[in-house]
């Protein structure tokens, strides 16, 4: 079924069948001759495996299996893309429900949200220069740093929605002078075309974001 996922934005998304979840968790070894040491180490390592495991469970918790898979699948989707924005729309819930018998109805389908992809540097003509660098009257390019995490929960008006967005950097090392800050989402919209940066219709905050339409 995931083989016919599609990037257009007037095509949908398909839901996979099953879940799946993976969680690594680093033990360090202990040292020491005496009992003592022993001891002080192994108290060590339990906060630590403590710690460790109450972070992952609080991440764990953000996101529902059937949310986690949907936007796992949607991140490899958007990965593949070659324009610099658009949306990836989730199923639609009445033509699934038609071929589906009365029986394997599920809701669920119904609060899966839209996300919206956000790969500046792909638009054509557009280069990226450092919003920080450039406030100081230098010129420094950015270069790519990967994908966020996860994408950013948007609160909207009527429906909440997900952003992906690259992340770039201003490097900083032996051939580059940067300021060696890290740049996604809303962080770049003035050193963008306005064509361009007038697309982005959130405001993120350090953990999520709100749409326009609530913060005007």
């Not at 699948?73 to 699934?96: F, M, N, Q, R």
């Not at 420094?140 to 990967?146: D, F, I, N, S, Y």
Request: glycine content about 6%; overall charge neutral.
């Amino acid at each position: 079924m995931l083989d016919d996922l599609s990037l257009d934005e007037s095509e949908e998304l398909v839901l996979p069948d099953s879940t799946s979840c993976e969680s690594d968790t680093d033990d360090s070894d202990i040292e020491g001759n005496d009992s003592a040491t022993i001891s002080s180490g192994s108290n060590r390592r339990r906060k630590q495996k403590k710690k460790h495991g109450e972070k992952s469970e609080k991440n764990g918790k953000s996101l529902n299996p059937l949310l986690r898979e949907y936007i796992d699948h949607t991140k490899a989707i958007i990965k593949k893309k070659s324009d610099a924005l658009g949306w990836c729309h989730p199923p639609d819930v009445y033509s699934e429900w038609q071929s589906e018998s009365l029986n394997s109805l599920s809701p669920a389908p119904c609060y899966l949200p839209k996300v919206f992809y956000w790969i500046p540097h792909q638009a054509r003509g557009v280069k990226l220069y450092c919003p920080t660098c450039r406030a100081e009257g230098k010129s420094r390019p950015l270069a790519e740093k990967g994908w966020g995490n996860d994408p950013r929960r948007v609160t909207d008006i009527d429906q909440n929605w997900y952003l992906y967005s690259r992340q770039y950097v201003c490097k900083k090392d032996y051939s580059h002078h940067g300021c060696g800050k890290r740049f996604l989402g809303s962080m770049l919209l003035d050193v963008l075309p306005a064509g361009l940066s007038g697309q982005f219709s959130a405001f993120l905050t350090r953990r999520s974001g709100i749409s326009l339409e609530c913060s005007a």
